[in-house]
Nanobody, 124 residues
Framework: QVQLVESGGGLVQAGGSLRLSCAASGRTFSSYGMGWFRQAPGKEREFVAASFWSGSRTYYTDSVKGRFTISRVNAKNTVYLQMNSLKPEDTAVYYC?????????????????WGQGTQVTVSS
């Protein structure tokens, strides 16, 4: 069993930055593919970013490319999402997720564990 706890959300003005963290329990974190998703009010949960088990490969949804960066420190059992140039449309609850598969996983169905989410609100 893996437990994921997100932190770092908050209220920020458009153009600002936030860094989300996701701390994972368990000894096998370094073998998991990790991802970030978000869900805005009235919308479905959508993929944001994914990281290969080693962090050597990453993938982003088009709307965040060049603005968001996913990274991980396996020694700390932590994955990050650095969000720059934030826009009001980035407002959502952000979730991290872990996949027993070690590769890049883009679909929510490919993830086995989920955090509780952290709210990000971007004001215009």
């Amino acid at each position: 069993q893996v437990q994921l706890v997100e932190s770092g959300g908050g209220l920020v003005q458009a153009g600002g930055s936030l860094r989300l963290s996701c701390a994972a329990s368990g000894r096998t974190f370094s073998s998991y593919g990790m991802g970030w998703f978000r869900q805005a009010p009235g919308k479905e949960r959508e993929f944001v970013a994914a990281s290969f088990w080693s962090g050597s490969r990453t993938y982003y949804t088009d709307s965040v490319k060049g603005r968001f960066t996913i990274s991980r420190v396996n020694a700390k059992n932590t994955v990050y999402l650095q969000m720059n140039s934030l826009k009001p449309e980035d407002t959502a609850v952000y979730y991290c997720a872990a996949s027993k598969g070690s590769g890049l996983v883009l679909g929510a169905g490919g993830y086995d564990y989920w955090g509780q989410g952290t709210q990000v609100t971007v004001s215009s």
